[in-house]
């Protein structure tokens, strides 16, 4: 794993997120309507799953190595009252914050992501959780209609990190081996190597010394490739080279099954 940012930067661009996203509630003229990108969820679902969810990775932070219970459990409801949920937001990621500083970057943390390049630690958790605010900020700022690109430190990890941790498996690939480069604009290339031993990443050396050219590749604004990563946009709205059924094939694999 490729960590591009040290870990009070990830606690500061959480905050940061999490602001934002908290801004885009504010300002929204209704917390009733669909979220586009979400559409089982209406303004109020997002909020309720961005305040529940921190909770929830708070615990479990500061529990360790041991699957922690729900947070849930016991814990006041997300409030319909506008100003109400937005306090309740803001405790919830300060619970998440003050859950992170108090475990430092290194501390054993049960995760999800097991068999992945990702390590199971605090840290790794803080970059995910880091990635998880930042693209439903932008859902809620595209639900009122004022979308905005995310910040490129926070994209360009967001590409590593969802390579990392959400893609990264040793479960089989189920179709022949290939390879797919992702190229931002911003300079930084990744080659994500699928086959019978299941997906890894790698990160490229500088455009120009590539060693050998993929099945498939993607380039655009390191923004952009997160949001195709988390089906936010098409794979089609980027530049695409070489075998595009692979992008069709990556985005319908679901390791778990």
């Not at 390590?119 to 209609?145: E, M, W």
Request: proline letters at 8%; a negative charge; one cysteine or more.
């Amino acid at each position: 794993m490729t960590t591009t940012l040290e870990f009070p930067v990830l606690l500061r661009l959480i905050d940061e997120r999490s602001t934002a996203f908290r801004a885009t509630i504010a300002s929204a003229p209704s917390l009733d309507v669909q979220v586009p990108t979400c559409p089982e969820w209406t303004l109020f679902d997002l909020a309720q799953h961005i305040g529940e969810g921190r909770r929830d990775w708070a615990v479990t932070v500061a529990a360790g190595p041991a699957p922690a219970k729900s947070a849930a459990e016991g814990a006041p409801a997300a409030p319909r009252e506008r100003e109400a949920l937005l306090a309740w937001l803001a405790e919830s990621t300060e619970q998440l914050l003050d859950a992170l500083r108090k475990a430092g970057p290194d501390r054993g943390c049960w995760t999800w992501w097991g068999d992945s390049q990702s390590p199971q630690t605090s840290g790794a958790v803080a970059r995910h959780q880091l990635q998880q605010l930042a693209v439903h900020a932008y859902d809620a700022q595209l639900t009122v209609g004022a979308p905005q690109p995310l910040p490129a430190e926070v994209a360009l990890d967001g590409v590593d990190e969802f390579l990392s941790t959400c893609v990264a498996t040793t479960s089989a690939w189920p179709h022949e081996p290939a390879t797919i480069d992702f190229h931002a604009s911003e300079g930084h290339s990744w080659r994500l190597s699928l086959s019978a031993d299941g997906a890894r990443t790698t990160r490229l050396p500088e455009p120009g010394t590539i060693p050998a050219t993929a099945f498939a590749s993607a380039r655009g604004t390191a923004s952009e490739l997160v949001f195709i990563l988390y089906d936010r946009i098409p794979f089609n709205a980027l530049k695409l080279d070489g075998d595009e059924r692979l992008f069709d094939q990556l985005s319908a694999w679901d390791p778990t099954e």
